[in-house]
C-alpha cells in the first residue's frame, strides 16, 4: 500500500510537472526589491522595493515593509517602469494584414460611432503577447474609415475576454475632412480633393446637426432607436473624449475652428503629423494632441528630414500636451523606440516617457490608475535591465493589473525552438 | 452666324477646309502682298518690300518688284511677311484614335489577351505605320496651328512606344493625301507604356525597345546572308516592325526620341551611346542640364514649346492662410519655384548659347499658349533671330526640305504668314497665312481679354448677336452658375431647339464654353470666349475652319 | 551667364553639384572607429584620399589642401548599405508575365528621389535598387551609390557591382498571376515549375546559340543563331553565375524549394529576401551558402509572415548565415541603425554582429564586399558619423560620406533638398505616409496593391 500512496503521488507530481510547461498569468502579492523605481511622477528612487497586492501597487519607497505572504524578486541592477501606453492602435482589431476577414476595425458606412472597438477585441491575438513583452501593458484600440467609424478603447493587454481587458476609458473617433493627398498613389487632381473636402465637411456639419437635435429630441423623451445618434451624446456633454484625426497644418486650423464653433470640451486630436507648423494654435486652444507614429516621413518633400522626429517635440515646447501613438496593430511594440526618437530630437528622455505613460493617462482621464508608480494606482509595470527606450535593454517581468504575466510570446517560442533546431541538417 | 454657315452649304461646299477664296473659285492664282516688311531668313529684313507668288510658287521679293497684270493683290502696309512656319514633329492633321483608352491607370485590357505577350497593336510596337491614310485636313489641329502661322508640319501616328513613322505635310489639301509632301522620312520612339500588357513600365519599354533594335541587326544579317547565298539557310521570317525600324539600326533614317524631362534625356543619350542610332532630341523642356554634352555630340535637338503655367496671382485657396511662421518657408520655396520657372523659360536660350541649333515641337503646347511661350522664351534671353530660325530653317533643315521652304527665296514654295505687327510682339495677330499657294484670312483678334481676378454673375438668360460680314445673327444663352460650375443652353433663331453647352469654364470674368450644334448632318462645334462685364458681355466665337466672329450680348431682364 | 546663376541658387540652397564620380579627401580626427571586421578603436583618425580610405591610425596628418572632420566624441562607422530597396527608380513592377528577367531598373533610375538624401540622413551610403515581388522571375535590380545633387541617372550606379536579379516566391506572385490573371502560378507548386521552365528553356537556348558559335567557327554560314531574346540572354546569364539571384521569400518550404532548384541547375550565387521563415530552415541555408536579407521586425502582414518571429535575425546569424537587416522601405531606410540594434533585444548578438547585418554583410550579399561594408585601408570612403553609438536609441547621424564626399551634413543642409521642383506648386502637395501596410512597398505598380487600399 505504500508503494501504492508512492506511486500515485509520482504520477501526480508529473502531472503537476507536464502542467507546469505552460506558464499562465499568476496573481498574488509580490515585493520586487533593490530596484532602481522610475515613478514618472514623482522623481526616481535609488534601491527601492514596490510591492503589489489585490492588482494595485501597496507600497514602493526605499523603506518598505514586504509582506509576510510576498513573493520577492529580487530587481538589483535592474529598474521598474510604470507600463507604458500607446494612444493609437489597432491591436486586437487586426490579425494579418492582408487577410480582410480578420480585420476588425473597418465597418462600412460613413458615420457609425456605435461600432465598439471593445466588443471586436480579440484577447487571444497572436500580437498581445508580442506586445506586452517590451513593456506596453495598455493601448488604445481604434476603429477607422469613414466619417465616425467607431468608439475607441483602452484596454490593458492581459485578460481573456474584452471586459477583463478594458481599462476604463472609451473615446468616439472622428475623421476631421482632409484637405490632401491620401498617399503616393493619390492621382486626385486639386479640384477633386477641393470638392470631396467640401462634400466630407458639409456631410459632418449636417450630421452634427442632427445630433444635436436628436439631444434635444431624446430630452424631451421622445426618441427612437438611433444608436448611433445615441452614442454621441457623451461626446455633446464632454463625459467621453471626441478623438479627431487631423494632419495637414490648414486642416488642423479648421479643425480647432469647428470645434470652438461648437464649443466642445472634451477634445483630443489625434496624427497631428503637421502639429508643428500650427503648434502655438494648438497650445492656445488648449487640444491635447496624440502625435506618431513618429517614425514616418515627412509630410511634405521640401520639409526637413527629421520633422516627424522632432514634431512632438515642437508642439511640447509650444505648450501643447502630447502624447504619443504607434497607430500600428502587430507592432506596437515598438511604441518606446518611437519615444525614444521624439526624445533624442527635441522631446527629451523625460518628457518622451511622460507622453506614454502619464500624459496619455491624463488624456483619457485614468490617471487615477494608470501612468506612473504611486500607491493605490493599478499594478501595471515592468522590470528592465536599463532604459526600456534601448534596443539593448532587456524586459525581465511583467506585471499587468497585478497580474505577474510571464514574459512568453509566439516570437519567444520560435525563438527557442529554432535557435539550435533539432534534428539539424540531415541528409 | 448660323446663316452663314449653311449660306456656304447652299454653295454647295464640303465641310472640307478650303481657303475662303478658293470657297468662290480663285479667278487667279497670283498674289502679290505689297508694302510690307519682309523677313526672308532670321536676321533679313526689307522695308517697304513686294512679294509674288505665281502658281504656288515665289516668283518674286523685292522693293523693285512690279506687280503683275491679273494678280489678286494685298496691300501688306505696315504688316509683316514671314517664311510659314514648320512644326518639327507634333500630331497634327492625324485624328486621335477613338478607342484609345483614356481610363485610369488599371488600363483596360480587352479579355483574352495575354498580357505577357500581347498583339503588338496593344504593346504600342507599331514602327511601320505611317500618317498617309489618317490624314485629315479638316482635323482641328490644323487649323489651330494654321491660325498660328504654321504651314508645314513633320507628323507621326498617334500611339505608345513606337508609334510609326514620320511624315512632312502642308497644313492644307483637298484630302489626306494632298497633303502629304514627303512620306516615312524618320521613325518616332517615346517612353510610353501600354495599359496593363507588357511593356507597361518604362523599363520594360527600354528593354523590348533594346530587343527589338537586336532583333533588326540580327535581321539584317539574315537577310543579308541569304541575299548572298541562300543554299542550305532558313528563309528569313518576315515581320514588317523589324523591317520598319533596319533603316534606323542602318543608320539611314533619323531616330525622333521624345524626351521632355531631364532624366528621359539621359535615358535616351544613354541609349543612343549603347546602341548607336541617329538621334535626334525631341520635345525637351530640361536640356539646359546637358547643353554642352549635346552640343559637343552634335545632337540635333526640338524644343518643346510647352512652358510651365504661370502661377495665378496669389490667389488664396480656401483654408490655405499665410502663417507667420510659414512666412520665411513660403518665401524660400517661392524663390525655388520661381528659380526653376526661370530654369525652364531660359532652356531655349541656354542651349542657343551653346552653339546648339534646334527646331520647336508643338507635341505637347496648347496652340493658344505658343505666342505666349515663345515671347516668354525672348524674355529669357533667346533672340527672336534665333526663334524664327527654330521655327522656319532649322526644321527646314533637319528634315530635308531647305530647298523648298523655310525661307522666302525666290522658286521657294509659297509658304507664308503675314502679321499685322512683328510676330513675337505682344498682341500681334497674324492675318493671311498662305500655303502652297492657297490663301487663308484671319480677323484680328479683339483686345479684350479676360480679367482672371474679376467677378462675374453668369446667371440668367442672355440675348446675343454675332457680326458676320454682311449678315447679323442672334440667339439666346442661359447660364446657370453652380458654386464655380458653370451648365446652360444655347440657341439660335436657325435651331429647332436650345442645346446644352459643353466645357464651360468661368475664369475671372472670362467665359469659355462650346455649343454642340448640328448643321447638314454634321456635328460642329462652336467655341465662344466672352468677357463678361455687369450686364454685358462681348467676345468671340469660332466656327471651326470657318473663321472667328465677333458677339455680342446683354442679359434679359434681373440676374437670378 | 544662366547656367552660371543656377548654378548659384543650386549652392546658396544647399544641394551639391556635380555629383557624379567626384571623390573627396578629407581626414576625419579622433573619433571611435567602428571598423566592424577589425574591432573598434577609440581616439583614431581616418584619411581618406580621393574617395578612398588610405589610412586608419592615431594621430595623422593631412596633406596639404585636406580638408580636416572633427569627430571627437563621434562614432564613425562604414556607410550603411541597404539590401532591399526600391528608392530612386521610376518603375519597380514589370508585372505583366510570371517571368521578365529581360527588363532591368538599372534603366530607369531616379536622382531625383528626395529619399535619397533622406537614407543619407540615416547614414545609408549605398542600396540595392530592386524590382518587385509580382513576379516569380522578375527584373534585374541595381546597385547604387546615394551621390545625391546629381540630375544624371547613370551617376547613381556603382560601377563594377555585379549584377543581381530578383525572384519572388509564395503569396505575391501567386496573388498577381494566378488569383488575378488566372496565369499560372497559383500555387507554390507552380512556381516551381516557372523556375524549371525557364532555365530549360534558357539551357536550349543557351545550346542553339552554342551550335551558332561552333559553326561559325568552321565557316558554316547556313546554321542561323536563335532569335536574340533578351529574357533568355538574362536566364542564361544566371546559369552562368553571372547574376546572384535575390529571392523574395517568406516560407520555409519554398525557401527550401529554391535550393533544390538552384543546386539542379548548377547555381550557387543566391540570397534570400525577407525570408521571415529562414531560421526554421537556418541550416539548410549555411549549408547551401545562401545569404539572408531579412527585416528587424516585420510580421503578421500577411499569412505567410504570421508565424515568424523578429529572432530572425539573432537565429540565422547564430547559425552561420550571412544575413542582413534590410528595409524595403522609404521610411525605413532613414533608421536601419536603429532596426539592426533590435537583434540585440531580440537575440543577443553583439555590437560588430549587430552593425555587420548593416555593413559587411549587405556588402557580401550584393558582390561588394571588395569595395565597401567596412573601415579598411583600400576600401571606397563610404562613412556615416554618428553623435552617440549608431546602436543606441540615442544616436543621432550626423555626416554622410560617399566616396570622400560629404552627402549629408545635419548642422549645414538646408531644410529643403528637392532636386525635383515643380515651378507651378509653390507649397509641394501634403501626402501622409500609409501606415497599414497590407503588403511590402515591393507590390507597388500592381493592381492587387490599390484593390487592397482602395478597400477600405
Redesign the interface.
Known amino acids: 500500500m505504500f508503494r501504492n500512496i508512492l506511486t500515485v503521488l509520482s504520477c501526480l507530481l508529473i502531472t503537476i510537472g507536464l502542467q507546469a510547461q505552460v506558464e499562465k498569468a499568476m496573481d498574488g502579492t509580490f515585493a520586487l526589491t533593490n530596484a532602481t523605481i522610475v515613478t514618472v511622477t514623482n522623481g526616481t528612487i535609488e534601491n527601492g522595493t514596490l510591492v503589489i497586492r489585490d492588482g494595485r501597487i501597496a507600497a514602493l519607497g526605499s523603506n518598505v515593509t514586504i509582506p509576510g505572504n510576498a513573493q520577492t524578486i529580487d530587481c538589483a541592477g535592474k529598474y521598474i517602469y510604470p507600463g507604458m501606453i500607446d494612444s493609437g492602435t489597432r491591436l486586437g482589431l487586426s490579425e494579418v494584414g492582408s487577410v480582410s476577414l480578420t480585420n476588425d476595425y473597418r465597418e462600412i458606412g460613413e458615420f457609425k460611432p456605435h461600432m465598439q472597438a471593445l466588443t471586436a477585441v480579440n484577447p487571444n491575438s497572436v500580437a498581445i503577447p508580442v506586445t506586452r513583452v517590451n513593456g506596453v501593458t495598455t493601448v488604445l484600440t481604434m476603429p477607422s474609415g469613414g466619417l465616425v467609424p467607431g468608439t475607441a478603447a483602452l484596454i490593458n493587454l492581459m485578460g481573456y475576454n474584452p471586459d477583463q481587458m478594458y481599462a476604463g476609458a472609451k473615446g468616439v473617433v472622428m475623421n476631421f475632412p482632409n484637405?490632401g493627398k491620401r498617399g503616393w498613389w493619390d492621382?486626385r487632381s486639386e479640384e477633386e480633393i477641393?470638392k470631396e473636402?467640401d462634400k466630407n465637411l458639409k456631410e459632418i456639419n449636417e450630421v452634427w446637426e442632427q445630433v444635436l437635435f436628436f439631444q434635444e429630441v431624446q430630452e424631451a423623451g421622445e426618441a427612437d432607436y438611433r444608436p448611433e445618434m445615441q452614442a454621441m451624446i457623451p461626446v455633446l456633454e464632454g463625459e467621453m473624449p471626441l478623438l479627431i484625426e487631423v494632419n495637414k497644418?490648414?486642416?488642423i486650423?479648421?479643425a480647432i475652428q469647428w470645434v470652438e464653433d461648437r464649443e466642445l470640451s472634451n477634445v483630443v486630436f489625434t496624427g497631428v503629423a503637421e502639429g508643428w507648423?500650427?503648434a502655438?494654435e494648438l497650445a492656445e486652444a488648449g487640444i491635447p494632441v496624440i502625435a506618431g507614429p513618429v517614425l514616418s516621413t515627412p509630410t511634405r518633400p521640401?520639409d526637413r528630414y527629421d520633422r516627424p522626429y522632432a514634431n512632438p517635440g515642437l508642439m511640447l515646447d509650444a505648450g501643447v500636451k502630447v502624447a504619443l501613438r504607434t497607430n500600428e496593430a502587430e507592432n506596437v511594440r515598438n511604441l518606446p523606440f518611437n519615444a525614444g526618437f521624439a526624445a533624442t530630437y527635441g522631446m527629451g528622455k523625460e518628457e518622451a516617457m511622460k507622453a506614454i505613460t502619464i500624459v496619455p493617462a491624463e488624456i483619457f482621464g485614468v490617471a487615477d490608475q494608470l501612468g506612473s508608480l504611486e500607491v493605490g494606482k493599478a499594478a501595471n509595470l515592468f522590470v528592465a535591465t536599463g532604459d526600456p527606450f534601448e534596443m539593448k535593454t532587456d524586459i525581465t517581468h511583467l506585471f499587468i493589473s497585478g497580474y505577474n504575466v510571464p514574459i512568453d510570446s509566439r516570437h519567444i517560442q520560435l525563438y527557442q525552438e529554432f535557435l539550435e533546431r533539432s534534428p539539424g541538417v540531415r541528409k | 452666324m448660323l446663316f452663314l454657315v449653311c449660306a456656304f452649304l447652299a454653295i454647295g461646299l464640303s465641310l472640307q477646309a478650303q481657303s475662303v477664296e478658293d470657297a468662290l473659285k480663285p479667278v487667279t492664282r497670283t498674289y502679290a502682298l505689297t508694302n510690307a516688311t519682309i523677313v526672308t531668313q532670321p536676321g533679313e529684313m526689307i522695308e517697304g518690300s513686294t512679294i509674288v507668288i505665281k502658281n504656288g510658287l515665289i516668283d518674286a521679293i523685292g522693293t523693285n518688284v512690279s506687280v503683275p497684270a491679273g494678280a489678286k493683290v494685298i496691300a501688306a502696309d505696315s504688316m509683316y511677311v514671314y517664311a510659314g512656319f514648320i512644326d518639327a514633329l507634333s500630331n497634327t492633321g492625324v485624328p486621335r484614335p477613338k478607342n484609345e483608352d483614356n481610363g485610369p491607370?488599371?488600363g483596360r485590357r480587352p479579355d483574352g489577351v495575354?498580357?505577357?505577350?500581347p498583339p503588338r497593336e496593344l504593346a504600342g510596337v507599331t514602327p511601320e505605320k505611317q500618317v498617309r491614310n489618317d490624314l485629315k485636313p479638316d482635323e482641328r489641329s490644323v487649323e489651330d496651328m494654321r491660325k498660328l502661322g504654321y504651314t508645314a508640319a513633320h507628323v507621326v501616328p498617334h500611339g505608345r512606344m513606337l508609334p510609326g513613322q514620320g511624315s512632312i505635310i502642308l497644313l492644307a489639301g483637298e484630302d489626306g493625301e494632298d497633303m502629304l509632301l514627303s512620306e516615312g522620312l524618320s521613325l518616332f520612339t517615346q517612353f510610353e507604356a501600354a495599359p496593363?500588357?507588357?511593356?507597361?513600365?518604362?523599363?520594360?519599354v527600354?528593354?523590348k525597345f533594346?530587343?527589338l533594335y537586336?532583333?533588326t541587326?540580327?535581321m539584317i544579317m539574315?537577310m543579308d546572308?541569304y541575299a548572298k547565298?541562300p543554299?542550305?539557310?532558313?528563309r528569313p521570317e518576315r515581320d514588317e516592325a523589324l523591317e520598319a525600324m533596319a533603316p534606323v539600326v542602318k543608320g539611314e533614317k533619323p531616330l525622333f526620341f521624345m524626351a521632355p524631362g531631364?532624366?528621359d534625356i539621359?535615358?535616351v543619350l544613354?541609349m543612343q551611346d549603347d546602341l548607336g542610332f541617329n538621334l535626334v532630341l525631341t520635345g525637351v523642356k530640361e536640356a539646359?542640364?546637358v547643353?554642352d554634352q549635346i552640343a559637343e555630340a552634335n545632337i540635333p535637338v526640338i524644343v518643346n514649346l510647352e512652358l510651365?503655367?504661370l502661377?495665378k496671382d496669389s490667389k488664396k485657396?480656401?483654408?490655405?492662410?499665410e502663417?507667420e511662421?510659414?512666412d520665411d518657408?513660403?518665401k524660400?520655396?517661392?524663390e525655388?519655384?520661381?528659380?526653376?520657372?526661370?530654369?525652364?523659360e531660359?532652356q531655349a536660350?541656354?542651349l542657343a548659347?551653346a552653339g546648339i541649333q534646334f527646331g520647336f515641337t508643338a507635341m505637347d503646347a496648347k496652340t493658344n499658349d505658343i505666342h505666349a511661350s515663345l515671347r516668354r522664351m525672348i524674355e529669357?534671353?533667346l533672340s527672336e533671330d534665333q526663334a524664327l530660325a527654330a521655327l522656319t530653317t532649322t526644321p527646314a533643315a533637319m528634315l530635308g526640305v531647305s530647298d523648298m521652304m523655310g525661307t522666302l527665296e525666290e522658286g521657294k514654295m509659297g509658304n507664308l504668314l503675314v502679321s499685322d505687327a512683328p510676330y513675337f510682339a505682344e498682341g500681334a495677330n497674324v492675318r493671311f497665312v498662305m500655303i502652297d499657294g492657297h490663301l487663308f484670312e484671319y480677323e484680328a483678334k479683339k483686345a479684350t481679354k479676360g480679367n482672371p481676378d474679376a467677378t462675374a454673375n453668369v446667371n440668367g438668360e442672355w440675348s446675343y448677336t454675332v457680326e458676320v460680314p454682311g449678315q447679323t445673327s442672334e440667339g439666346t444663352l442661359k447660364l446657370i452658375d453652380n458654386s464655380g460650375e458653370i451648365s446652360g443652353t444655347f440657341y439660335s433663331t436657325q435651331m429647332p431647339s436650345a442645346e446644352d453647352i459643353e466645357n464651360a469654364r468661368l475664369n475671372g470674368n472670362e467665359l469659355s464654353f462650346d455649343a454642340p450644334v448640328s448643321m447638314g448632318g454634321q456635328r460642329m462645334s462652336l467655341q465662344f470666349t466672352l468677357v463678361i462685364t455687369g450686364d454685358t458681355f462681348e467676345g468671340t466665337v469660332s466656327v471651326g475652319e470657318f473663321g472667328t466672329f465677333d458677339v455680342e450680348g446683354f442679359r434679359e431682364g434681373d440676374p437670378e | 551667364?544662366?547656367?552660371t546663376i543656377?548654378i548659384a541658387?543650386l549652392l546658396f540652397?544647399g544641394v551639391s553639384l556635380s555629383a557624379q564620380s567626384e571623390a573627396g579627401s578629407m581626414l576625419i580626427k579622433n573619433g571611435t572607429v567602428l571598423t566592424v571586421t577589425n574591432g573598434t578603436m577609440e581616439n583614431t583618425d581616418v584619411l581618406v584620399i580621393d574617395g578612398k580610405i588610405a589610412e586608419i591610425g592615431k594621430n595623422l596628418r593631412a596633406p596639404r589642401g585636406v580638408e580636416e572632420v572633427d569627430a571627437t566624441g563621434m562614432h564613425v562607422m562604414p556607410g550603411i548599405i541597404d539590401c532591399h530597396s526600391h528608392i530612386a527608380i521610376?518603375?519597380v513592377?514589370?508585372?505583366?508575365?510570371?517571368?521578365?528577367a529581360?527588363?532591368?531598373?538599372g534603366?530607369?533610375l531616379?536622382?531625383?528621389d528626395v529619399s535619397i538624401y533622406r537614407a543619407l540622413a540615416g547614414g545609408v551610403t549605398a542600396s540595392h535598387a530592386m524590382h518587385g515581388s509580382a513576379n516569380a522571375i522578375g527584373?534585374q535590380c541595381e546597385t547604387i551609390k546615394h551621390r545625391y545633387g546629381t540630375?544624371?541617372?547613370?551617376d547613381l550606379r556603382m560601377e563594377g557591382a555585379p549584377r543581381t536579379i530578383k525572384f519572388a516566391l509564395g503569396e505575391n506572385p501567386m496573388r498577381v498571376h494566378g488569383e488575378g490573371?488566372g496565369?499560372q502560378p497559383a500555387t507554390r507548386m507552380g512556381i516551381e515549375q516557372v523556375f524549371r521552365a525557364a532555365f530549360s528553356e534558357a539551357q536550349e537556348y543557351q545550346a542553339a546559340k552554342q551550335k551558332y558559335e561552333a559553326a561559325q567557327a568552321n565557316d558554316d554560314?547556313?546554321v542561323?543563331?536563335p532569335?536574340?531574346?533578351?529574357r533568355m540572354e538574362t536566364l542564361v546569364d544566371i546559369l552562368e553565375g553571372e547574376i546572384i539571384i535575390h529571392c523574395h521569400s517568406y516560407r520555409a518550404d519554398e525557401i527550401y524549394m529554391l535550393m533544390q532548384v538552384c543546386e539542379d541547375f548548377g547555381i550557387d550565387r543566391l540570397c534570400f529576401q525577407h525570408v521571415n521563415e529562414g531560421f526554421k530552415v537556418a541550416p539548410e541555408l549555411a549549408e547551401f551558402g545562401a545569404g539572408a536579407s531579412v527585416f528587424a521586425d516585420w510580421w503578421a502582414y500577411k499569412f505567410e509572415v504570421y508565424y515568424s518571429t523578429a529572432y530572425n535575425a539573432a537565429i540565422l546569424t547564430e547559425n552561420g548565415v550571412v544575413t542582413s537587416i534590410n528595409s524595403d522601405s522609404g521610411e525605413l531606410i532613414r533608421h536601419l541603425y536603429h532596426e539592426a540594434a533590435k537583434t540585440q533585444r531580440y537575440g543577443e548578438l553583439s555590437n560588430d554582429e549587430a552593425l555587420a547585418l548593416i555593413t559587411i554583410n549587405p556588402a557580401k550579399q550584393l558582390g561588394i564586399d571588395d569595395r565597401v561594408g567596412s573601415l579598411e585601408e583600400g576600401k571606397d570612403a563610404d562613412i556615416a558619423i554618428f553623435k552617440g553609438h549608431p546602436l543606441s536609441i540615442y544616436a543621432v547621424p550626423m555626416k554622410t560620406i560617399v566616396d570622400g564626399k560629404v552627402y549629408f551634413d545635419r548642422n549645414n543642409d538646408a531644410?529643403?533638398q528637392?532636386l525635383d521642383?515643380?515651378?507651378?506648386?509653390?507649397?509641394?502637395a501634403f501626402f501622409l505616409d500609409v501606415q497599414d501596410h497590407n503588403y511590402e512597398n515591393c507590390m507597388q505598380?500592381t493592381?492587387q496593391t490599390?484593390n487592397a487600399l482602395f478597400r477600405g
Open positions: 484637405s492621382r477641393q473636402y497644418a490648414a486642416d486650423r479648421a507648423r500650427v502655438e521640401s | 491607370r488599371r495575354n498580357p505577357g505577350d496593363g500588357v507588357f511593356p507597361a513600365t518604362v523599363i520594360g527600354m528593354s533594346d530587343e537586336r532583333q541587326e540580327q539574315h546572308a547565298n543554299k542550305g539557310m532558313d531631364v532624366k539621359y535615358r544613354r539646359w542640364h547643353a510651365p503655367d502661377p485657396k480656401e483654408g490655405e492662410e502663417d511662421a510659414m518657408e513660403m524660400m520655396l517661392q525655388r519655384a520661381a528659380e526653376r520657372m526661370q530654369a525652364f531660359s536660350a541656354t548659347d529669357h534671353g | 551667364m544662366r547656367y543656377l541658387l540652397f521610376d518603375a513592377n514589370e508585372a505583366t508575365n510570371p517571368v521578365t529581360e527588363v532591368w531598373v534603366d530607369a531616379d536622382p531625383l527584373g540630375y544624371n541617372p547613370n490573371r496565369i554560314n547556313t542561323l543563331p532569335q536574340f531574346d533578351r531644410d529643403d528637392r521642383v515643380d515651378p507651378e506648386e509653390v507649397m509641394p505598380g493592381y490599390f
